[in-house]
Each structure stands twice: as structure tokens, then as C-alpha cells.
T-cell receptor, first 115, second 113 residues
Framework: DTGVSQDPRHKITKRGQNVTFRCDPISEHNRLYWYRQTLGQGPEFLTYFQNEAQLEKSRLLSDRFSAERPKGSFSTLEIQRTEQGDSAMYLCASSQGTSGTNIQYFGAGTRLSVL | AQTVTQSQPEMSVQEAETVTLSCTYDTSESDYYLFWYKQPPSRQMILVIRQEAYKQQNATENRFSVNFQKAAKSFSLKISDSQLGDAAMYFC??????????FGKGTKLTVNP
């Protein structure tokens, strides 16, 4: 068990470009979450999956954002036509999803800088 | 909607001393969880302690304990015998019927040798 893994750790892109981040959850965790954290703020929820089903999306997740978890294992978060306001740390978390033990374990995050 | 407020942007403590970080929250739900997470610089968020709202007994984890006041919607974290490695951002979070965690803005804890 290597924990939640995110790739890349850092991404620098130019405004208008598309970027994709990957998250590998802890094995046997069926729930996967994406959060966004800007400087000086706590993480804000974006979306979550139970297995391959996307069950909840925040209003923060504009049409330019899309997340997938095709086989119920790893997940990708894509941002199209990036804007400077998208610069943030994107955090992934996973949980076992068992009632009463739904503790979310976080990855180290992907820091996105949009120039 | 749930909200979480951490009124102390920064706190400092001397090594081996005790410090308390404050957190208040607002929720309309009767069944929920509260968490404290620690985020060291450039490192991932780590769970410090969890409290189930239906339990009256305050949670403890070694040097970390909480003071959970459900009626006052208060959830403070006490760190005893502070160590240099405790220096980090600390986030209070609420989880209700929805799976999402709602976080406060965080408190930066400095531990002075």
C-alpha cells in the first residue's frame, strides 16, 4: 500500500492550454475525491466517485473541468482552455467507503501554475 | 450549507508546551463527523483526529485531543507536549450526509525551540 499517488506533482502551462492530472487511489478504496486548494485557503470539494460513477459535482466544477474514473481505479481530472484563475493545488483523496470508517486519505497534490 | 470557521490564522507555541486551536462550524445535520487534518509544508494532508457527532466522549490520539461542544458547534484541538514536527497548517473539517469534506481556512502553527 503506497498511499494516494498523484501525477504530475507540478505543472506549468500557458493560458488556453489543456492539462490533465492523474490520481491513483489506495488499492481497494472505492471512493475517490478531487479538491482544489488555493493559497491561504482550505481545500474546496470538486467532485467524487464511487467506483466508476461520478456521484457529486460542485458548482466550482465549470464546463471546462471534467473528471473520469473509467475502471473504478485511477482517475483523471482535465481542465480545458486553462485560465490564470485555475492556478491552484489539486488534491486527490480516497476512502474505503465503509460506513463508519469513511476516512479520506490525501495525496501530495498537483500544483498547477497557469502563465 | 455547512461552513467551518477557524478564527486563528496563526498560532505559536514553545516546544513541550500545550496549544489549543479553535474551530467552529455550522450545520443543519444531526449526524456528522468532524476532523482535524495536518498539512506540513509541501507535504500531503494527514488525518490527526476524528470525532463522531453522536459520541459525547471527546476523541484523543496520543498528544492530540479535542474539546467537542455540540450545542455550541465548537471543535477545538489541543496539542500537548508540542514537538518541532507539529509545525504545520492545521485544518478543521466537517463531513455530513454528503461525502465531501468542508474545510476551514486553516491555522498555521509554529513551534519554537
Amino acid at each position: 500500500d503506497t498511499g494516494v499517488s498523484q501525477d504530475p506533482r507540478h505543472k506549468i502551462t500557458k493560458r488556453g492550454q489543456n492539462v490533465t492530472f492523474r490520481c491513483d487511489p489506495i488499492s481497494e478504496h472505492n471512493r475517490l475525491y478531487w479538491y482544489r486548494q488555493t493559497l491561504g485557503q482550505g481545500p474546496e470539494f470538486l467532485t467524487y466517485f464511487q467506483n466508476e460513477a461520478q456521484l457529486e459535482k460542485s458548482r466550482l466544477l465549470s464546463d471546462r473541468f471534467s473528471a473520469e474514473r473509467p475502471k473504478g481505479s485511477f482517475s483523471t481530472l482535465e481542465i480545458q482552455r486553462t485560465e490564470q484563475g485555475d492556478s491552484a493545488m489539486y488534491l486527490c483523496a480516497s476512502s474505503q467507503g465503509t460506513s463508519g470508517t469513511n476516512i479520506q486519505y490525501f495525496g501530495a497534490g498537483t500544483r498547477l501554475s497557469v502563465l | 450549507a455547512q461552513t467551518v470557521t477557524q478564527s486563528q490564522p496563526e498560532m505559536s507555541v514553545q516546544e513541550a508546551e500545550t496549544v489549543t486551536l479553535s474551530c467552529t462550524y455550522d450545520t443543519s445535520e444531526s449526524d456528522y463527523y468532524l476532523f482535524w487534518y495536518k498539512q506540513p509544508p509541501s507535504r500531503q494532508m494527514i488525518l490527526v483526529i476524528r470525532q463522531e457527532a453522536y459520541k459525547q466522549q471527546n476523541a484523543t490520539e496520543n498528544r492530540f485531543s479535542v474539546n467537542f461542544q455540540k450545542a455550541a458547534k465548537s471543535f477545538s484541538l489541543k496539542i500537548s507536549d508540542s514537538q518541532l514536527g507539529d509545525a504545520a497548517m492545521y485544518f478543521c473539517a466537517h463531513q455530513g450526509g454528503s461525502e465531501k469534506l468542508v474545510f476551514g481556512k486553516g491555522t498555521k502553527l509554529t513551534v519554537n525551540p
